[in-house]
């Protein structure tokens, strides 16, 4: 039997063996490490759920906060001086479950609201002795060139879900989350605002109805018996921008018709998720 002959193994090779037949070659950077697990997944050694998350997972580790984070004029805060009511109404129109509580201006922020804990407040009818103070937890403050895989263990090793982003100078530049740096590994994070891929209106409950900005205007009216024209704008989120006259905010809110009208995810170049709230059923579900 020749050497060549004696090399070839006539049983299926297992799992294992395929897993450490693609890393027999010791990669040594990233690039080639890439390379060997795509090879992988065309090889069926790996799913494409698995490549996706491993590459996820590297990328990670060469991002920074200031690639993620939510930029400062984007967070919703919370001012300290505020009453008991305005608090409650403010987050419920925000629709989010943590707040940066901010004292004279955004740089001075005194700690972390979450809304959960405003609860019993509401439950007991006890506005009149809040004091936020008694009940903000304490903020952390990361640099903006944090590297995402520092952050993450941070978050895991402190069970905090928010941290306060700031500059070189000391100054608030942003937020980011836990749910952040999530979504750079394994996507995009659904929540009970998030619409099906293949779907544009989601409704949420008896009034109120998520909305994905690139809506077409003729599918909105049909669903909601509307008349919006669609010659100058053929999204939802193109004509909620023109009446807005600028790229709002999230939380930010506008009536249009007989709709009240909540920006729920948005960035600095468009409108992405939009809460409609009817005061009357649309035409059909």
Not at 52 to 73: C, K, W
Not at 111 to 127: F, Q
Not at 213 to 228: I, M
Request: proline share 4%.
């Amino acid at each position: 039997m020749t050497d060549d002959e004696s090399s070839i193994d006539p049983r299926p090779k297992s799992w294992i063996d395929k897993i450490a037949q693609v890393f027999s070659d010791e990669p040594t950077d990233t690039k080639s490490l890439l390379e060997l697990v795509r090879n992988a997944e065309a090889d069926q050694v790996l799913d494409a759920d698995a490549l996706s998350i491993i590459e996820g997972a590297l990328q990670v580790s060469s991002m920074q906060v200031r690639d993620i984070m939510i930029p400062r004029s984007q967070v919703i805060t919370v001012p300290a001086d505020l009453a008991a009511v305005e608090i409650i109404e403010l987050i419920t129109k925000a629709s989010h479950s943590r707040f940066p509580v901010i004292g004279d201006n955004v740089d001075s922020v005194l700690g972390i609201l979450l809304a959960k804990d405003l609860l019993p407040l509401a439950l007991n009818n006890a506005t009149e002795k809040f004091r936020i103070k008694d009940v903000i937890r304490p903020a952390t403050f990361v640099p903006e060139s944090k590297r995402l895989n520092v952050l993450l263990r941070e978050f895991r090793e402190t069970r905090q879900h928010m941290a306060i982003v700031i500059d070189e100078y000391g100054s608030v530049c942003g937020a980011v989350t836990i749910e952040d740096v999530l979504e750079q590994i394994v996507g995009e994070i659904e929540d009970e605002y998030d619409v099906d891929d293949d779907s544009y209106i989601k409704k949420f409950d008896e009034e109120n109805y998520i909305v994905k900005a690139l809506t077409p205007v003729d599918e909105f009216n049909e669903y909601f018996g509307t008349a919006f024209s669609d010659q100058e704008f053929i999204t939802v989120g193109g004509l909620v921008l023109q009446q807005f006259g600028h790229i709002p905010e999230r939380g930010e809110t506008i009536t249009i018709g007989k709709f009240l009208i909540t920006v729920l995810n948005a960035d600095s170049r468009q409108i992405k998720l939009i809460k409609v709230k009817s005061t009357k059923a649309p035409a059909q579900g």
